[in-house]
């Protein structure tokens, strides 16, 4: 099992930066994928990016690239989601996900077996 636990949300200006973190318990977190999803009031949950593995490829969602980062601190067992450039349309409750690690990057929520709470992220316009 792996538990997962988001912070750092918060309220930003369009254009600030905010960063996001998801401390993992319970496992080894560099052998997980890690992904990140939000949603936002009335939508569905959507992919921002994953992580494959620790050192591993990082892909991003069209909408966020250039602009999102994904990073791990291993000693921490901490994944981060940096945002810059923030948008209006970036709002909504950002969560991070983990499955075991593999060369598929997936961006479906259904292929991910650990999530964490959720933290809410509002950018004003």
């Known amino acids: 099992q792996v538990q997962l636990v988001e912070s750092g949300g918060g309220l930003v200006q369009a254009g600030g930066s905010l960063r996001v973190s998801c401390a993992a318990s319970?496992?080894?977190?560099?052998?997980?994928?890690v992904a990140w999803f939000r949603q936002a009031p009335g939508k569905e949950r959507e992919f921002v990016g994953v992580?494959?593995?620790?050192?591993?490829?990082?892909y991003y969602a069209d909408s966020v690239k250039g602009r999102f980062s994904i990073s791990r601190d291993n000693a921490k067992n901490t994944a981060y989601l940096q945002m810059n450039s923030l948008k209006a349309e970036d709002t909504g409750v950002y969560y991070c996900a983990a499955k075991w690690a593999s060369l598929r990057p997936g961006t479906t929520r259904n292929e991910y077996d650990y999530w964490g709470q959720g933290t809410q992220v509002t950018v004003s316009s």
């Open positions: 992580n494959i593995w620790s050192g591993g490829s990082t």
């Open positions: 319970g496992r080894t977190f560099s052998n997980y994928a």
